[in-house]
């Protein structure tokens, strides 16, 4: 067994992706979106490495090139969210508020059609099977923890050379566990996707209570 580099972690390089990194990233997310199919549906027991394999379409070998166990393949799709909602408040100008800026790029990110099409409905379902299955679990603080740590320079773009460092890595951990708690809290229930309940209600609610004591850093004009 090939034992590979954390695939949801991509170190940023100069320029564009090649074609062959582009389709070894589509081959990991079509991986991805057959691990979390089947266990929503069957759960991390009752799928294997070769069910996912079957289901992504492509050989056990090429599955085990990109992920070292079958709770690993779930990585890439739970990371696209994250990197959503990055790349969303990234576009924010900076001097604008960051209570603002952070409520209004976790609300789009969780609103988008694709998200809730694609991304919602199956992390719930993942979430679900999360609560028994320790390594699985694991992957999803590993893939929040990575993008905390990706959101610190977002923050501190917008937050300017005046901001405290201390401040900025406590907002970013702040927005990261408002987001991750809003989604494990949505998937105990029946809430949909939308509206009362939903992931981007519960998210801004979460972010207002974890930010209540916070001294937010002053971004500069």
């Known amino acids: 067994m090939v ?20 389709r070894k990233a589509a081959t990991q ?18 799928t294997t490495a070769e069910d996912i394999a079957h289901r992504a379409g492509v050989a056990l070998r090429t599955f085990y090139r990109y992920f ?9 799709l739970l990371a696209g969210g994250g ?20 409520e209004r790029a976790v609300t789009r990110s969780l609103s988008d059609l694709q998200a809730i099409e694609e991304g919602l409905e199956v992390t719930r379902g993942l979430l679900r099977a999360a609560a028994s299955d ?4 694991g992957v999803w603080y590993r893939v929040n923890q990575d993008s905390e740590e990706r959101l610190v320079p977002v923050i ?7 901001a405290e460092p201390m401040a900025i ?32 209600e519960l998210a801004v609610h979460c972010l207002r209570e974890l930010t209540r004591g916070m001294t937010l850093p002053r971004p500069s004009a």
């Open 134 to 137: 320790e390594a699985l679990r």
């Open 68 to 76: 070292r166990n079958k709770q690993e393949a779930v990585a890439p």
């Open 83 to 102: 990197d959503a909602w990055r790349a969303l408040l990234a576009e924010e100008d900076p001097g604008t508020p960051l209570a603002e800026a952070l």
């Open 29 to 46: 997310l079509d991986i991805a979106r057959a691990a979390c199919e089947l266990f929503a549906e069957h759960g991390p027991d009752g």
């Open 156 to 162: 501190a773009r917008l937050a300017g050379d005046d």
């Open 3 to 22: 034992r590979s580099p954390r695939p949801y972690s991509p170190q940023p390089g100069p320029g564009a992706p090649s074609l062959t990194e582009r």
């Open 169 to 200: 890595r406590l907002l970013a951990a702040a927005a990261t566990d408002a987001i991750r708690i809003a989604l494990e809290l949505w998937s105990t229930t029946e809430a949909p996707v939308s509206g009362p309940g939903s992931p981007p």
